[in-house]
């Protein structure tokens, strides 16, 4: 079950004057009354940060963590075997792309590092 916990302020008190001014509010704390305003900064709660978390009482089997490390490991279990291992994909330049990136670093005055790969990028 994911909850949500509302942190540090972000409202920019100096955006008129074009600059970045924050108020130094770190939590939000609801008033009794209102639970849409800060009782430290007194902003809406949608100026906080807003950050969901996981409950760690219960693991996904259902039964109870006994340890923080149980948790931990539990949790890394979850993220090597959850998603696919995605890899990121290598870029593929055409021989006209090729040329043009070639003829710009010789225009300002690059050369390549390794001789020898010049074959290796033909």
């Given at each position: 079950m994911?909850?949500?916990?509302?942190?540090?302020?972000?409202?920019?008190?100096?955006?008129?004057?074009?600059?970045?001014?924050?108020?130094?509010?770190?939590?939000f704390?609801?008033?009794?009354?209102?639970?849409?305003?800060?009782?430290?900064?007194?902003?809406p709660?949608?100026?906080?940060?807003?950050?969901?978390?996981?409950?760690?009482?219960?693991?996904?089997n259902?039964?109870?963590?006994?340890?923080l490390?149980?948790?931990?490991?539990?949790?890394?279990?979850?993220?090597?075997?959850?998603?696919v291992?995605m890899?990121?994909?290598?870029?593929?330049?055409?021989?006209?792309?090729?040329?043009?990136?070639?003829?710009?670093?010789?225009?300002?005055?690059?050369?390549?590092?390794?001789?020898?790969?010049?074959?290796?990028?033909n």
């Amino acid at each position: 079950m994911e909850k949500e916990i509302y942190r540090d302020c972000q409202r920019n008190h100096a955006c008129c004057l074009g600059g970045y001014a924050i108020d130094g509010c770190t939590q939000f704390i609801p008033f009794n009354n209102s639970k849409t305003h800060c009782k430290a900064c007194d902003c809406p709660r949608n100026y906080h940060r807003k950050v969901l978390c996981r409950d760690l009482e219960q693991s996904p089997n259902g039964k109870s963590f006994r340890s923080l490390r149980e948790a931990k490991r539990m949790a890394r279990q979850q993220q090597s075997c959850g998603g696919v291992n995605m890899k990121q994909r290598k870029s593929k330049f055409s021989m006209g792309q090729r040329e043009a990136m070639r003829e710009l670093g010789e225009g300002l005055g690059w050369s390549m590092r390794n001789k020898d790969r010049q074959e290796e990028i033909n």
